[in-house]
């Protein structure tokens, strides 16, 4: 059995090392959906403090030397008119689907320098919204073919406000991410790595083993694959599990690791664990890794 883009190979327990590649500064205040409870010691939360904005992502698909524009809306949710202000971040996605933003235009694929918004700074009534208005103007340097998808974040943070029992001051942010497609999109999704994961419990006993799955995105755009772990036996399909079920994001160039655990041990035998992706592609994607459970041997 063969499938597109299949690079397979099995390797003992090395693990991919969490790159934090954070602007601390700047994460401190995103949050897509923001909710903090203020408290002290020994009382109940007094209240609340909601923003949110919609859409959370803004997608354009366009020419060098051309320009887009649109709009988006910030939510305030206290009961205080809010002043906000925006700024531009970069931003990228670890292998494991951590959220790592830099400072605008210091990433290889920054739309930062090309955002406009306005206004800049805005109040926003109680319970209320406003219309935010921004503008992409892509260079006429940057040829259609080197084109694809270039990124930023527009990051609207308000003002701090303070406690009603005093002492304490609460702000927060809301995070729209932006795409820019420069000439046609082109998918590609790849299985790169497939391998058990499973450690090995102190008791000796036996559990259900986990696999972890990496995929790399081969084409120009941002990619929700979809996919499903299989379990065979000869022709016998054991299990059928989700792969990345909630879609998440995988980045033009990038790798993203997923993990999925059986639901029980696995007898002994030889068995095929087989991973596919619906990406949006002209078929699917995937890997294979022959996967064998020793006889277990009688303690005495």
Do not use: C
């Not at 943070?157 to 005093?166: E, F, I």
């Not at 420069?182 to 999704?189: F, R, W, Y």
């Amino acid at each position: 059995m063969r499938y597109a883009g299949s690079v397979i190979r099995r390797e003992s327990g090395r693990r991919t090392v969490r790159r934090w590649a954070i602007h601390l500064a700047i994460f401190s205040a995103v949050v897509v959906a923001l909710m903090v409870v203020v408290a002290s010691p020994g009382r109940a939360a007094e209240g609340s403090f909601v923003i949110g904005a919609y859409p959370l992502e803004l997608e354009h698909q366009t020419a060098a030397g051309k320009s887009v524009s649109g709009t988006f809306q910030v939510y305030n949710g206290t009961d205080e008119t809010l002043h906000f202000t925006t700024t531009l971040a970069d931003w990228q996605i670890s292998p494991d689907g951590d959220l790592e933003l830099a400072p605008a235009g210091s990433l290889p694929r920054s739309a930062s320098p090309w955002v406009r918004v306005s206004p800049r700074e805005f109040d926003v009534p109680a319970k209320g919204t406003f219309t935010v208005r921004y503008a992409i103007s892509v260079p006429a340097t940057v040829a259609d073919g080197v084109g694809g998808e270039y990124r930023s974040m527009i990051v609207a943070q308000s003002q701090a406000l303070p406690s009603r029992t005093g002492g304490i001051m609460i702000a927060g942010a809301v995070a729209i991410k932006v795409f820019v497609q420069i000439g046609a999109a082109a998918p590609g999704l790849a299985v790169t790595d497939l391998r058990e994961v499973s450690r090995p419990l102190s008791s000796g006993a036996v559990q259900p083993p986990s696999f972890q799955v990496q995929v790399k995105n081969t084409g120009n755009v941002h990619l929700r694959p979809v996919g499903r772990l299989e379990v065979r036996q000869g022709d016998r399909l054991l299990y059928q599990l989700p792969i990345n079920e909630a879609a998440a994001t995988v980045l033009p160039d990038a790798t993203r690791i997923f993990t999925v655990a059986l639901p029980e041990p696995l007898p002994s035998g030889d068995y095929q664990i087989i991973a596919l992706f619906d990406y949006g592609g002209a078929k699917l994607t995937g890997g294979r890794l022959n996967y064998r459970v020793p006889a277990q041997t009688e303690q005495p």
